[in-house]
């Protein structure tokens, strides 16, 4: 058990894994704030949390909370860590760690300036099956990696409530799906600084809301590498399960679940373990000042990324050749 103290800020389902995981991680978790008193209480039963309130900002004042985990809309991200990160707190903030680069630079530098540790939720990098798949192209066995193939995909499925509002998200599957097979590419690699990135990106194919639920990203590493990213909401199928990525190199290629689809039944791919190793990581990290997998810099270049691949997909579509070519 570390000394270390908690609290949660929103009471959603990301919220619940990471309750879930403090336990097994040895963390107590004092204190959940949220909008909706009555689903905030009702968080708090579930996980034996002894405070509950609507007022965050009073609840982060508090002396005894060293750690504040930020799982709102990501609108929120960015206001609530840095009112956390000026009060002298520790924050691990859900992914994406703000709705634009700009405002995670600023993330960034106050984190510096209070000398505290900014972590972003990129959990994956804590998955035993990745971090292994990590180390055997470390070690050479595929040879020089060429290129990767990733998915973020939900099949059949997809969200409702904020994470389909523009305004609130930020956008739709590519942030929310997206950014995960695109941190888990990079953390694969050995995370390479990326050079360029390309999409294209449907909004609204399988839902009628502003937001996108289609598309593909290409990024371009340093070192030659390219990896391409599957995401979307409601596909008719999965080509590989959440952060699945294959690398492909000159000695061979190997994917992170080579057996899957289909699903064991009884098989929970989003676990509790990789979340409990991810807070046992940013505990430690604020209790040593190192600094954990799951960066500040490892946040803001996914972001980047998903900034610039919206960015792409903005530039307008004309015709590469006329009807009338005969």
Same mark, same amino acid.
């Given at each position: 058990?570390?000394?270390?103290?908690? $609290?949660?800020?929103?009471?959603?389902? @990301? !919220?619940?894994?990471?309750?879930?995981? +403090?336990?097994?991680?040895?963390?107590?978790?004092?204190?959940?704030?949220?909008?909706?008193?009555?689903?905030?209480?009702?968080?708090?039963?579930?996980?034996?949390?002894?405070?509950?309130?609507?007022?965050?900002?009073?609840?982060?004042?508090?002396?005894? %909370?060293?750690?504040?985990?930020? +799982?709102?809309?990501?609108?929120?991200?960015?206001?609530?860590?840095?009112?956390?990160?000026?009060?002298?707190?520790?924050?691990?903030?859900?992914?994406?760690?703000?709705?634009?680069?700009?405002?995670?630079?600023?993330?960034?530098?106050?984190?510096?300036?209070?000398?505290?540790?900014?972590?972003?939720?990129?959990?994956?990098?804590?998955?035993?099956?990745?971090?292994?798949?990590?180390?055997?192209?470390?070690?050479?066995? #595929? =040879?020089?990696? %060429?290129?990767? &193939?990733? #998915? =973020?995909?939900? +099949?059949?499925?997809?969200?409702?409530?904020?994470?389909?509002?523009?305004?609130?998200?930020?956008?739709? !599957?590519?942030?929310?799906?997206?950014? &995960?097979?695109?941190?888990?590419?990079? #953390?694969?690699?050995?995370?390479?600084?990326?050079?360029?990135?390309?999409?294209?990106?449907?909004?609204?194919?399988?839902?009628?809301?502003?937001?996108?639920?289609?598309?593909? %990203?290409?990024?371009?590493?340093?070192?030659? $590498?390219?990896?391409?990213?599957? #995401?979307?909401?409601?596909?008719?199928?999965?080509?590989?399960?959440?952060?699945?990525?294959?690398?492909?190199?000159?000695?061979?290629? @190997?994917?992170?679940?080579?057996?899957?689809?289909?699903?064991?039944?009884?098989?929970? &791919? *989003?676990? %509790?373990?990789?979340?409990?190793?991810?807070?046992?990581?940013?505990?430690? *990290?604020?209790?040593?000042?190192?600094?954990?997998? *799951?960066?500040?810099?490892?946040?803001?270049?996914?972001?980047r990324i998903v900034e610039l691949a919206y960015r792409a997909n903005d530039q307008p579509l004309t015709p590469l050749v006329s009807r009338t070519v005969s």
């Open positions: 058990m570390t000394s270390l103290r908690m $609290i949660l800020l929103g009471y959603g389902w @990301a !919220a619940s894994m990471h309750a879930r995981a +403090a336990k097994v991680a040895g963390i107590e978790v004092v204190g959940v704030a949220g909008h909706n008193i009555a689903r905030a209480q009702t968080f708090a039963e579930t996980h034996g949390i002894a405070h509950v309130t609507e007022d965050w900002r009073t609840l982060v004042a508090e002396p005894n %909370v060293d750690l504040v985990l930020v +799982a709102t809309p990501n609108a929120l991200h960015h206001p609530q860590a840095m009112h956390a990160l000026t009060r002298g707190k520790h924050v691990l903030v859900e992914k994406p760690m703000a709705l634009t680069g700009e405002t995670a630079k600023a993330m960034i530098e106050a984190a510096k300036e209070a000398e505290r540790i900014l972590a972003v939720g990129h959990m994956w990098r804590y998955r035993e099956e990745v971090m292994a798949l990590r180390q055997r192209i470390g070690q050479g066995e #595929f =040879g020089r990696i %060429v290129r990767t &193939h990733g #998915f =973020g995909i939900h +099949a059949k499925w997809g969200p409702s409530g904020w994470f389909t509002e523009p305004t609130l998200a930020g956008g739709g !599957a590519l942030i929310d799906m997206g950014i &995960h097979a695109i941190d888990t590419a990079r #953390f694969l690699l050995g995370d390479p600084v990326p050079l360029r990135v390309q999409a294209t990106i449907g909004k609204g194919m399988f839902g009628d809301y502003p937001v996108d639920d289609d598309g593909l %990203v290409i990024v371009d590493w340093e070192g030659g $590498i390219r990896s391409l990213v599957e #995401f979307g909401w409601h596909q008719p199928r999965l080509g590989g399960l959440e952060a699945e990525t294959e690398v492909l190199g000159t000695l061979g290629a @190997a994917k992170i679940w080579p057996d899957m689809p289909p699903v064991p039944v009884g098989y929970e &791919h *989003c676990s %509790v373990p990789m979340y409990a190793a991810q807070l046992a990581d940013v505990a430690n *990290c604020c209790e040593t000042k190192q600094v954990p997998a *799951c960066s500040a810099e490892v946040g803001f270049t996914a972001l």
